[in-house]
């Protein structure tokens, strides 16, 4: 089954302190789509300029992503630049240019409102509603977010977050949203919110998936060099969420497996700047991880 | 086997936002050697004061553990006093009265020098390496540490780091050890320095294990409530010998489960102030804990 992808797309210009990229593929619906593209087809949703770069178009289509939903239009292209300290953890923000993206309005093409499978990446949860109220009947809506939406649009969170079957988040976001700092007590309050699944993300300390059945806890893969975090947490849902759609039978059954896949994809996407190193992956690139991570937890 | 562990054995005063426990039982060894009681026989080095209560030897021999090398001598038994934040992370140290202490040579009773299993828990690493010097082939010997150390006594935690089989340490202090902040970078640093198994605690992240045949990523096991985390390293460390000390075999067929055993005593101690919930616990307490945790990680 194919899996509908809803985010940013955008020109990412990224500073460590080891080199400078600038203008990469990047935003939450680019990393999510492709780390999706392994498992299931993929219809991205999504807003640029005339100045996207071609070849940024034709990587999308070299992973055989659909691009009716992908509107470009007269005006500049979302750019985001940030730069990482020297232990990958830290970002800060150098420049925001919303461009086309300003007055980003999703609008489904009529066949992907049927979609069964639906990741909402990390936007405006006011688009992500929007979004939510186009589509008929999807079998399993998932949605990631950031910091900036729990500080500024807060109310709209909270009424998507009701109507989602998984939230994903990472951990200080979870903190902030619950006002625990215990991690089952925050698990805890968030499925109060509405979700059936919880999958709070710690980067390097692995994740933790609170479902029916309880907790998964899920390890991350150990990188010994971490090139560009950036577009990891997108990774890590738009892989879990194609893996998803990709199974046959309940997502109970599956869901385990595929936070596993997400955390080795995501261990990929930080292997390279922007998508470089997603791009390059293969099906049996992540299936050695993926043997590699079981064997590194077996006792 | 038997297992002998040297470290500290004090009074704690423990301070959190919600209570204030003064003299509960404490130190390295007091936890490390309940800890390890439960899987194998004890025998425990230390030095306490004429002050230290009766109840406190009476819970050692209620475990099992020889008291032979218990030095009991004239004076006061140290004493610890510390506060933890609401967050249960942040610890700040409100008092050492070293009393007895101060001058204490851990001196090897003969029938403990040939102990096969040395855990050397958290004292100054001076100490540590004068228990090592009295020992006569031990099978295996492994080692904690603190940050005081590594500021006070480096050269001396080198030589000792030299000789073990086996060191334990924090996340924070294998960062300060080796300056690297990535944990892979780190522990091979760490195993260049000696050891051949290293073993970094990351607290309720869990702990990894970087050995012969590789790495093992170990999880913490999830508490819905942190009452008093202190010594809870030490139980770790205690667990996971007394665990390979009951085992048959080579050490490397057993490490791994060791360290689970090592994570589920840690947890239970973290559950009650000083070693009140470890004192009660059974080892069936323990098996179950351990199959929650092997159900929380399968996938």
Chains 1, 2 share one sequence.
């Not at 899996?3 to 619906?29: F, Q």
């Not at 923000?93 to 979609?115: I, N, Q, R, S």
């Not at 900036?148 to 649009?153: I, T, Y």
């Not at 997400?262 to 998508?275: D, I, K, Q, Y």
Request: net charge positive.
């Amino acid at each position: 089954m194919s899996v509908l992808i809803v985010g940013s797309t955008a020109l990412d210009s990224i500073k460590t302190p080891k080199a400078e990229n600038p203008r990469l593929l990047g935003g939450s619906a680019s990393h999510a789509a492709v780390a999706a593209s392994f498992f299931s087809p993929v219809n991205l949703v999504g807003i640029v300029g005339h100045d996207f770069p071609r070849r940024y178009l034709q990587l999308y289509s070299r992973h055989g992503i659909d691009l009716a939903g992908l509107q470009v239009v007269q005006g500049k292209t979302f750019h985001w630049s940030g730069e990482y300290e020297a232990n990958m953890n830290n970002r800060r923000t150098l420049l925001t240019e919303l461009g086309v993206f300003e007055h980003f309005t999703p609008t489904l093409p009529e066949a992907y409102k049927h979609a069964p499978f639906v990741l909402l990446a990390n936007i405006a949860p006011g688009l992500q509603l929007h979004v939510l109220k186009q589509m008929r009947r999807p079998r399993f809506v998932a949605a990631d977010t950031m910091d900036l939406w729990l500080n500024v649009a807060l109310p709209d969170l909270l009424r998507l977050i009701k109507r989602l079957d998984a939230f994903v988040l990472n951990d200080s976001e979870a903190h902030q949203l619950t006002e625990e700092d215990n991690l089952p007590g925050a698990l805890h309050k968030i499925h109060r919110m509405g979700p059936r699944y919880v999958i709070i993300k710690k980067g390097s300390h692995g994740s933790v998936l609170s479902g029916p059945r309880g907790l998964f806890l899920c390890p991350a893969y150990p990188l010994r060099r971490v090139v560009d975090p950036t577009g990891a947490g997108d990774s890590f849902a738009g892989a879990m969420m194609g893996y998803l759609a990709a199974a046959n039978g309940p997502v109970e059954r599956h869901i385990r497996r595929a936070i596993i896949y997400g955390t080795v994809v995501a261990s990929f996407c930080c292997e390279g700047f922007g998508l470089k190193c997603t791009d390059r992956l293969t099906r049996q690139r992540i299936e050695n991880r993926v043997a590699e991570l079981e064997a590194l937890t077996r006792f």
